[in-house]
């Protein structure tokens, strides 16, 4: 992208009313993937000792009278970060996207469609709370580990299932490659229309 802007920079501030005034296709192609938006989602999971309420199974139900005779209480919670983000693979700009009227001043670019991607989490719980207290056990490495694949598992789904991610990344995404275009072939003296597959 650097190299796309410096290529840019030097043209004449004032250029010819003709097609080599303006970018490219190949000018644009050559920004490649540009990530545009990114958000962070947090994902809280709690660890905490079986209440006979919410046991389930005839196992789970002994193990549950057996944490109510206990003294003490046995809880804690974590969180961890999810990285989203939006981007535009504008490598894969076909020949015809770029069409320019140089008597209008104006061009229209059909850009590729912006792509979300899960980029990441923390290593690494975060604990938030911890409470162990009187007879009970401490909580281990291996819970907060099987916490944590549980919290991956369910926020996955979440993602899947709830839109809202993708759609606030992604017209984040069309708002920001589009105020730059739009700015960038301003600088040329043309009005420029952005659409997307």
């Known amino acids: 992208m650097l190299s796309f802007l410096?290529?840019?920079?030097?043209?004449?501030?004032a250029?010819?009313?003709d097609a080599t005034a303006v970018?490219?296709?190949t000018d644009v192609r050559k920004v490649g993937k540009l990530v545009l938006a990114e958000m962070t989602v947090?994902?809280?999971?709690t660890i905490e000792d079986l209440k006979y309420s919410d046991a389930t199974t005839l196992r789970q139900k002994g193990q549950a009278?057996?944490?109510?005779?206990?003294i003490g209480d046995r809880k804690g919670a974590y969180s961890y970060d999810t990285y989203l983000r939006a981007y535009i693979d504008l490598s894969q700009l076909p020949d015809n996207a770029l069409n320019v009227d140089t008597a209008a001043h104006t061009a229209s670019l059909r850009l590729p469609r912006i792509v979300t991607e899960t980029a990441g989490r923390d290593p690494q719980l975060r604990e938030e709370h911890y409470r162990?207290?009187?007879l009970r056990s401490d909580i281990s490495a291996a819970e907060r580990a099987q916490l944590k694949e549980e919290m991956n598992t369910m926020l996955r789904t979440e993602i899947e299932k709830n839109p809202r991610f993708s759609q606030a990344l992604t017209e984040k995404g069309r708002q920001k490659i589009t105020s730059y275009l739009t700015g960038l072939f301003s600088d040329y003296g043309y009005t420029l229309n952005v659409t997307f597959e």
């Open 23 to 25: 970018p490219s296709v």
């Open 132 to 134: 162990v207290t009187g």
């Open 42 to 45: 947090t994902k809280t999971g």
């Open 15 to 17: 250029p010819e009313a």
């Open 6 to 13: 410096l290529l840019c920079g030097c043209r004449n501030s």
């Open 65 to 70: 009278v057996l944490n109510s005779l206990k």
